[in-house]
């Protein structure tokens, strides 16, 4: 019958665990020098050697010829424990036998003494799986379990032991191996089992693995089937990535625009019957490593990337700003989120997704509205803007990189001048306008409908003045009890209290012909 390669490969002794050495030096000594703990409790993500480590334990607790603190693996509780015919180590999963009934059993035999070998040791895997009332039973028993019997608990979500297990165990912590340690694993494995597999391969398969030893050997069988040689081409076709390649074309598309490519790229995705959301999790795993670039001074120690790659994704990283990484990685953080609920839109999603990835335009959230804003100031930094008329009114005060500061304007606080009937006041734009909208929309989201097209002005008296384009709005607005939300939302916004007599609301022109500054300045910018 065959056997699995993870299973077949199974580290035997605590000298053959890989990447744990902070743990298997301990043991190692715990078990030269004779002095084991009642109870272990050993945490880390899948695959990183729990169960191994407790089995190897449980054999040098029993080892009748340890060597340097290893098990012999060759006296008869060695080889009784290997195949599963020591009735004195018992393995429980606590994903199956959570019940308060299964701990009792186990409490009531500690009592006895081995029947063959030196110590009685239970494994209990997944142990965080136990109901409350089966961590109750186990308490007294874990603290002070007889002289001839020893616990060792296994976890992946540490979180959810109580504290009153944890105190009572030692604890080792299991950490993720390293993409080096598993590509050296999986390769002496590979020679071994006479298995073709190409460096560029093995470094793939260990980044899939996410610091899995199980997971790594597991990948490589299946790249493996049929004794094909493992190439990265055998291992994206077997695992249904799209490749780095396509992930940096697909990048290269969305910085130029380029929708033909986009929707090209996800018709063969869907031909090729690759799954979208691992294009999803690729595309969002290149975005995370351009943040990574750019927000950072040494990011080679933070990205297992080859040189070539690391340049590659340099120039990637060049063609965005901040701003506009974390609005895309939010975009596309929203559409995996949405395929893994419907499986059925998944394409739609996906290409609704890199459409607004293109043109921030297209989206108002406010991470569209920061990439946006980042544009705008750039250019101004580098002198493309100076002095923008606006369409709508004569002149708008915005400051040019040529005027002296003390007789500049803020840009979060343009001067606007009102309309010839009151040239006497002067209005200053407010900035958090869409604050105010979201606030209201959480109570009352018909009023927030209302108000999403005006435009909310201060004076210095501290008078705000709100801008419909039509009377309707105003007249709904106008209202004791939708005023008394407008003022609540204003005064939490501005950090100020906004009486009522300080509230105005005018009815001025068409909103179609008044397009909003920001979409002024972002095409004036275009136009130069």
């Known amino acids: 019958m065959h056997q699995a390669l993870y299973r077949k490969w ?264 690759k799954d979208i959301g691992v294009f999803l999790q690729d595309l969002i795993a290149v975005y995370r490593d351009m943040l990574v670039i750019k927000t950072t001074k040494n990011a080679v120690s933070y990205l297992d990337l080859t040189d070539h790659e690391m340049m590659q994704l340099k120039e990637a990283a060049d063609r965005f700003r901040k701003e506009t990484l974390l609005y895309h990685c939010k975009l596309l953080e929203d559409a995996f989120f949405a395929t893994q609920k419907n499986n059925s839109v998944k394409r739609v999603v996906v290409e609704m997704t890199l459409v607004r990835m293109c043109d921030e335009a297209l989206d108002t959230s406010s991470e569209a509205m920061l990439s946006r804003i980042a544009q705008l100031e750039e250019q101004i930094a580098v002198g493309k803007i100076t002095m923008i008329p606006t369409k709508s009114m004569p002149t708008e005060h915005i400051a040019s990189p040529s005027t002296p500061v003390s007789e500049q304007t803020k840009s979060t606080d343009k001067v606007v001048p009102t309309p010839a009937s009151q040239n006497k006041r002067v209005l200053r734009r407010m900035q958090n306008w869409m604050e105010v909208v979201e606030r209201i929309g959480r109570s009352a989201p018909m009023e927030a409908g209302f108000i999403r097209a005006a435009h909310a002005f201060t004076q210095e008296d501290g008078t705000v003045i709100i801008r419909f384009d039509n009377g309707f709005s105003k007249d709904m607005m106008d209202k004791d009890e939708s005023r008394d939300r407008l003022r609540a939302a204003l005064s939490a916004v501005l950090r100020r209290e906004v009486g009522d007599r300080m509230l105005v609301m005018e009815v001025v022109g068409s909103a179609n012909d008044k397009p909003s500054v920001i979409d002024e300045i972002i095409e004036a910018s275009e136009e130069n």
């Open 10 to 273: 199974r580290p035997q002794t605590f000298d053959d665990v890989c990447g744990q050495e902070h743990i298997t030096s301990i043991l190692r000594y715990e078990a030269e020098n004779h002095a084991f703990s009642h109870a272990y409790l050993f945490c880390g993500s899948r695959g990183t050697g729990k169960t191994t480590c407790a089995k190897i334990l449980s054999k040098v607790i029993n080892c009748e010829h340890p060597i340097n603190g290893n098990p012999c693996c060759e006296c008869s509780a060695c080889r009784a424990i290997d195949s599963g015919a020591a009735t004195d180590v018992l393995e429980m999963d606590a994903a199956s036998n959570n019940g308060v009934d299964n701990i009792r059993d186990i409490r009531d035999e500690v009592v006895y003494s081995p029947s063959s070998l030196r110590y009685r040791v239970y494994i209990i895997d997944e142990v965080h799986m136990l109901s409350v009332s089966a961590f109750n039973a186990l308490l007294k028993t874990l603290e002070e379990p007889p002289e001839h019997v020893v616990f060792i608990l296994a976890t992946t979500e540490l979180q959810k032991l109580p504290a009153t297990i944890i105190s009572r165990c030692q604890r080792f912590d299991f950490r993720r191996i390293s993409t080096e340690t598993l590509m050296s694993r999986i390769s002496y494995i590979a020679e071994k089992e006479q298995i073709t597999l190409h460096p560029d391969a093995a470094r793939m398969l260990a980044k899939l693995a996410q610091g899995g030893m199980r997971d790594a050997i597991s990948l490589l069988e299946l790249c493996a089937g049929g004794r094909r040689e493992v190439t990265v081409e055998a291992v994206e076709e077997s695992v249904g990535l799209s490749g780095r390649g396509a992930m940096l074309s697909t990048v290269e598309a969305v910085a130029n625009k380029d929708y033909d490519t986009l929707f090209t790229q996800i018709a063969e995705i869907v031909r090729s019957s």
